[in-house]
Each structure stands twice: as C-alpha cells, then as structure tokens.
C-alpha cells in the first residue's frame, strides 16, 4: 500500500535519468530503448538525458536513434563523474537518477526506491543490503568488500554500497553537491556519498538484484588494475581536500557568496559549458 501511495505522489513529479556512455555501440540503442520502455511505466513525466563520454566510436550515432531523448557528447573521454555532472546541467526533474548505460541494475528496480524517497533524501542501491538478491563474481565481491572497508577507514562514509550503478536523488541536494565535486573518473560516487553526509544529508540504501550471468551489455572494468589504483588515489584525495585544505568547505562558501573578507582565488569552481565539445 505505501508504494502505491509514494508512486501516485511521483506521477506529480518530473525524473530526469542521466546515461553515461564511452564506448558502448554496440549496445547503447537496446540499452536505451528498454530504459525508456521501463521509466515510462513508473514515471509518466521523464526525461532520458545520454551523455556521450567522448566521441570514440558510433555510440552517439546509435543513440541518436532512439527517439523522445537527449543526446550530449563532447570529443575527449573525461570520466563518469564529468558526464554525470554534464548531463545534470542539462536536466530538469525534481528527482534525478544516475544509471550506468550497461544497465546492470535495470532500471525497472527504481520502482522498489520508491518507499524510502518517504525518509531519504538520496536512495542508494546497494548491493550490501541485507535484502539485496545477488548472483556476481567473487572477484567483484572481494573487490566491493575490501573498498567498503578502505573507504569507511579513510572518509567514514557510513554506507555499505556507494559504488551501485543506480540512485535516485532529489534535485535539490545535487544543486548544492555537484558544484563541489572533483573527481571525474574512478571515485566520483564515494564523493557525492561523502560530502552528502558532511551536509547532514540522509542517505538510504535500498536492496538490489544483481545477475552478472544475464547482462548481455559492455565489459567491466571493475578489477582492473588502473581503476583500482585510481579509486585508492581518489579517496585519499578527497580525505586530503576536505581535511587539509577545506576546499569543499571553502568551495561551498565561494558558490553561497560568504566571502566576509576571505580570498577564494584559488577555488576553481568547475564549470559545465553548454554544448562543451
């Protein structure tokens, strides 16, 4: 009964779902036609906003072909975390979703966030959710593990999963997060978990299902060593940045206008052009 009370009190709201695409063509077309087809039937007013991670290959082609949603690309590869943000200066829901375009969460599972939008202000999907269905590699589970536990000892980020490839969050925290963010690639989710716990923010993880052994879509690149290394680098950056140099902190009293005498010229807000290529 609550969902179906919390999913006609969403028919009223407007979702934005951000795709970020690199090197997916031959898959992106199916990948986001079954998108649309599943956000429809939860959310009646939507928008599919695909951000094309450089223009590589003919991904931005074949998503071109799907109608009823925005494109955007620029030329060179710049990250997830740069796509995301890209493609949240474009959009305009009340509630916005982040979802990897090899849809190994299908969006259909938004449907089971739904209930804890009623407490929360981001729903994260986790895969260490003690309701969580799950069918993956031990590899990726050792992995997802020993993060859990580097991450919670260098950030203190009080969830079990930051690094699903689904949430769902109200627009109004990403005003104030995403303005901040730095990391463009490897560690950009344990940022934004991170610095909505600094803002009191209230972060719910919601259970998943996961089956690697059915995704048809992209490869992985969760083990490799590169992303590995990158992750590891990221968070003691963001430690160091919060801690050391209060850059978020400064950077949020820069974008709020509270200067009373203080100098910010070197707080380089990032910006996200309009048609960046």
Not at 68 to 90: M, P, Q, R, W
Not at 201 to 228: C, N
Not at 253 to 274: A, R, S, V
């Amino acid at each position: 009964m609550k969902l179906n009370i919390q999913e006609a009190r969403m028919k009223t709201k407007k979702i934005s779902l951000i795709v970020p695409v690199y090197k997916a063509e031959s898959f992106i077309r199916k990948n986001l036609e079954e998108m649309k087809k599943s956000i429809s039937k939860i959310f009646p007013n939507y928008e599919i906003i695909a951000v094309i991670d450089g223009e590589v290959d003919n991904s931005k082609k074949e998503a071109e072909k799907v109608s009823g949603i925005t494109v955007l690309s620029y030329k060179e590869n710049k990250g997830k975390g740069y796509a995301l943000n890209y493609g949240f200066n474009h959009c305009t829901g009340d509630f916005v979703t982040f979802i990897d375009c090899d849809m190994d969460i299908h969006p259909d599972q938004l449907r089971n966030f739904l209930p804890y939008l009623t407490t929360a202000d981001l729903v994260i999907g986790s895969k260490r959710h003690p309701f969580s269905k799950l069918h993956y590699p031990a590899l990726r589970r050792f992995l997802s593990v020993g993060f859990r536990i580097y991450s919670w000892t260098i950030l203190g980020v009080k969830l079990r999963d930051t690094q699903s490839g689904l949430k769902l969050i109200k627009r109004e925290v990403l005003e104030v997060i995403m303005p901040l963010l730095l990391v463009k690639r490897y560690a950009m989710d344990i940022e934004l978990c991170f610095l909505a716990q600094k803002h009191g923010f209230r972060t719910v993880e919601a259970p998943l299902h996961i089956d690697f052994q059915k995704l048809e879509g992209g490869k992985t690149s969760a083990g490799s060593l590169k992303t590995i290394k990158g992750m590891f680098l990221d968070v003691l950056a963001i430690r160091y940045r919060y801690t050391f140099l209060h850059y978020y902190q400064r950077a949020f009293h820069k974008n709020m206008g509270w200067k009373n005498g203080d100098n910010y010229d070197d707080i380089i807000i990032p910006e996200i052009k309009p048609n960046d290529k």
